[in-house]
C-alpha cells in the first residue's frame, strides 16, 4: 500500500511560482507512474502532468504546457510540480497520485490511477 503526502501549495500572486511535492511511502516508489490532477471549486478533476517511472517520458495538460514541469527523484521517493507564471485559473486542490505501470507508461486518464494523495490547495490572487 503506497501512501502519498504532497507539500509545498499555498496563496500566491499571478505570476508568481510554486513548487509542489509528493512524498511516497509505503511501496517501491519506482515502479510507479506518476501524475498530478487538480480540481478547481465547482469543476471536474482535470490532469496537469504525468510522468513515467524513469522520468524518460513526461507529458503535460494544454493548458500548462510550457508553464509546468513535473520531475521525479526516485532516490528521494518524491515527485515535484514546478509551476511557473501562476495565473487565478490554476487555483484548486492540487493531487498527486500513482499508477502501478510499465516502464514507459505515462497517463492523462485519472482511472489509471492506483493510489491518491490527500490533496494540496494552491490559490492564486489577481
Known amino acids: 500500500q503506497v501512501q502519498l503526502v504532497e507539500f509545498g501549495g499555498g496563496l500566491v500572486q499571478a505570476g508568481d511560482s510554486l513548487r509542489l511535492s509528493c512524498a511516497a511511502s509505503?511501496?517501491?516508489?519506482?515502479?510507479?507512474?506518476m501524475g498530478w490532477f487538480r480540481q478547481a471549486p465547482g469543476k471536474e478533476r482535470e490532469f496537469v502532468a504525468a510522468?513515467?517511472?524513469?522520468?524518460?517520458?513526461?507529458y503535460a495538460g494544454d493548458s500548462v504546457k510550457g508553464r509546468f514541469t513535473i520531475s521525479r527523484d526516485n532516490a528521494k521517493n518524491t515527485v515535484y510540480l514546478q509551476m511557473n507564471s501562476l495565473t487565478p485559473e490554476d487555483t484548486g486542490v492540487y493531487y498527486c497520485?500513482?499508477?502501478?505501470?510499465?516502464?514507459?507508461?505515462?497517463?492523462?486518464?485519472?482511472?489509471?490511477?492506483?493510489?491518491w494523495g490527500q490533496g494540496t490547495q494552491v490559490t492564486v490572487s489577481s
Open positions: 497520485a500513482g499508477d502501478l505501470a510499465g516502464l514507459f507508461h505515462c497517463s492523462d486518464d485519472e482511472r489509471t490511477y492506483d493510489y
Open positions: 509505503g511501496g517501491t516508489f519506482s515502479s510507479y507512474a
Open positions: 510522468i513515467n517511472r524513469n522520468a524518460a517520458t513526461t
